[in-house]
């Protein structure tokens, strides 16, 4: 199955610098790539995701790189609030054989005010 | 209207017991998944099913038996609790295309005593 890598596992800034958290995958098939962000407490929610025809996209603070020949892709949040402060998961998923949606292993974001 | 909700959000329970964890979503989603959350945040995938039929069982012990009745709904009974059972459980729905976005319900908070 597909083998999603993230990195890293916390990550502490300032207010008001970026942060970037970086994924590899395993399964050249896999073709989606969201981003879920985790609250203390609630559920995974995405926040944003890139199929595997852009190499880009953004969503004002938020963006996503993927490089599809290395395998890698990556999240970036510019200008962070301490409101971004949270637990954020990469995944892989594909349709090549149903979608299954593998996780990373989470990266505990700290945003100090 | 809640899309995917799960019940209960709280469960405690002796070792040894059987308990169930119920899952619905109304989204119209083909698929739909049961994952782990242990301790240290890893959200790893248990079970997928495609319209009532088991897709992914990625070994996970044989006391969790998940039943989906129709597509809608894709409930979790778990054998023989053990200590290790304990953790928070999510169940997730999405369309069968592999390529947009997972729901996940609020998460059910198991703890084994």
């Known amino acids: 199955g597909e083998n999603v890598e993230q990195h890293p596992s916390t990550l502490s800034v300032q207010e008001g610098d970026s942060a970037v958290i970086k994924c590899t995958y395993s399964?050249?098939?896999?073709?989606?790539f969201p981003w879920y962000k985790q609250e203390l407490g609630k559920r995974p929610q995405l926040i944003i995701d890139?199929?595997?025809?852009?190499g880009e996209k953004k969503d004002q603070r938020i963006a996503v790189t993927l490089n599809k020949t290395a395998k890698h892709f990556s999240l970036h949040i510019t200008e962070t609030q301490p409101e971004d402060s949270a637990v954020y998961f990469c995944?892989?998923?594909?349709?090549?054989?149903?979608?299954?949606?593998?996780f990373g292993s989470g990266t505990k974001l700290n945003v100090k005010p | 209207d809640t899309a995917v909700s799960q019940t209960p959000k709280y469960l405690v329970t002796q070792m040894g017991n059987d308990k169930s964890i119920k899952c619905e979503q109304n989204?119209?989603?083909?698929?739909m998944y049961w994952y782990k959350q242990d301790s240290k945040k890893f959200l790893k995938i248990m079970f997928s099913?495609?319209?009532?039929?088991?897709?992914i069982n990625e070994t996970v012990p044989n006391r969790f038996s998940p039943k989906s009745p129709d597509k809608a709904h894709l409930n979790l009974h778990i054998n023989s609790l053990e200590l290790g059972d304990s953790a928070v459980y999510f169940c997730?729905?999405?369309?069968?295309?592999?390529?947009?976005?997972?729901?996940f319900g609020q998460g059910t908070r198991l703890t084994v005593v």
């Open positions: 997730a729905s999405s369309h069968r295309t592999g390529d947009t976005e997972a729901f």
């Open positions: 399964d050249s098939a896999s073709n989606y």
């Open positions: 890139i199929r595997s025809n852009v």
């Open positions: 995944a892989a998923s594909g349709v090549y054989n149903f979608n299954k949606f593998y």
């Open positions: 989204l119209g989603h083909d698929t």
């Open positions: 099913y495609n319209n009532k039929e088991l897709i």
